[in-house]
Nanobody
Framework: VQLQASGGGLVQAGASLRLSCAAS????????IGWFRQAPGKDREFIAA??????????YYADSAKGRFTVSRDYAKAAAYLQMNSLKPEDTATYYC??????????????????WGQGTLVTVSS
């Protein structure tokens, strides 16, 4: 399983960014895809996830992401996405996508993800 995250950058508060996680169609269909972030000196934090196809493709969000972020995947484009709107300075972090075969109850836990992309830095200025 190989994942490659991209799309980070420097934006002002209130702006939008779309992060991409390149993955094979097999990965996208058979693994839950999760987005996590990690700020300096902090633990990796769950942001959003989409369950694998056989689990219905349900979406899960951290409270900090609800209403602002949207997780999705596109089999034809071989990628998962995290659309981030109304960005805030506290969203500044390195964002990672991960792949997991975990059951739905564990989808928010970083230690349930065996495969990770390399991370993409998002910086939101005030």
């Amino acid at each position: 399983v190989q994942l490659q995250a991209s799309g980070g950058g420097l934006v002002q508060a209130g702006a939008s960014l779309r992060l991409s996680c390149a993955a094979s169609e097999d990965t996208l269909r058979n693994y839950a895809i999760g987005w996590f972030r990690q700020a300096p000196g902090k633990d990796r934090e769950f942001i959003a996830a989409i369950s694998r196809s056989r689990s219905g493709g349900a979406q899960y969000y951290a409270d900090s992401a609800k209403g602002r972020f949207t997780v999705s995947r596109d089999y034809a484009k071989a990628a998962a996405y995290l659309q981030m709107n109304s960005l805030k300075p506290e969203d500044t972090a390195t964002y990672y996508c991960g792949a997991s075969r975990v059951a739905l109850s564990g989808i928010r836990r970083a230690d349930n993800y065996a495969h990770w992309g390399q991370g993409t830095l998002v910086t939101v200025s005030s």
